[in-house]
């Protein structure tokens, strides 16, 4: 069997009007289908660059396209991809002037002797490597958006996380994106991107692309991918953990859920989710907020399986039970 898992973000899906919930669901379908294609013939890395890319030309998450805004006004996103058959990987931060951020973490991986590079240094690599230069637009609308969001923030309507900001201002976009797959060599791959917390202070760098934090991958252990609030999957090595588990025996979806139980326990609820495949292909995840968009798409199945809430995992894990 080989397969893929992605994820939209975890998060308040529950603010979220059901128009949009269900446009974030068919574009997680449709990248579920683009990055099984690459996985037809290519290999796990090749599947989790081309759904993380497809993810950021949509423009209905936050990474790439639809990435969030600085406290200064800004777009600085971040990216890891990671090989679990050699171990290495790739990972940039904090690039503005970059269409896909995990196309050039996979540069980074291929071309060159390190695995994560920073800020216009990164910008300049990219453009040695033939990559275009082109800051990510900012539209009126996404001004307009932030101006409403700065406003709140400064008169102190926001607690711990934003998460009181995020229930004033549904409009609040949040959605890391991540892959993780498993090829038919049962060579393991992971990737994850976002454009990071909407008023962030300029330079601040999650776990998305600290490899083992925002992503992880090990052909002897499994892959994984995280979502959520970065300093804290960054503290609990978030995907690291969850790998460690798998290498022990732990099945994926066991493995999501002891990672996300560690995370709840030791900073609270609404804090994040995860993404996993095991060696034996099986797939898992787990989250502790309102909801976590994610598909899948394995050889066993005709067309992918998408859930966002709780009360439709079922549609999921029912597709890993065949």
Known sequence: M???????????????????VEK?????????????????????????????????????FNAGKGSSLTITKEIEMDAGIMDGKTLKCGAVACVKNIKNPIKLARLVLEKTDHIFLAGPGAE?????????????????????????????WLEGKWGTHLFRLKTLYK????????AVAIDKDRNIAAATSTGGYSLKLPGRVGDTPLVGCGFYADNSAGGASATGVGEYLTLIFACKTACDFMRQGVSAMKAAEATIDILTRRFG??????????PMGRIGFAYNTEGMGKSIMTSYMGEPAVAVFPEE??????SIKK
Not at 2 to 20: C, D, N, S, V
Not at 132 to 151: A, C, D, G, Q
């Open 2 to 20: 080989y397969g893929i898992i992605l994820h939209g973000g975890a998060g308040r899906y529950r603010l979220f009007t059901k128009e949009f």
């Open 24 to 60: 974030r669901k068919r574009e997680l379908r449709r990248a579920a289908l683009y990055a099984f294609e690459e996985l037809k013939t290519g290999s796990a890395l090749d599947a989790v660059e081309a759904a993380i890319k497809y993810m950021e030309d949509s423009g209905l």
């Open 124 to 152: 300049k690599v990219a453009e040695i490597l033939g990559m275009k230069i082109e800051p990510i637009k900012i539209t009126p609308e996404k001004i307009r958006k932030f101006e409403r969001v700065f406003k709140l």
């Open 171 to 178: 409009d609040f976009i949040e959605g890391t994106v991540g």
């Open 269 to 278: 609820p609404h804090t994040g989710g995860i993404i996993t495949v095991d």
């Open 313 to 318: 995992d079922h549609i999921i894990l029912k």
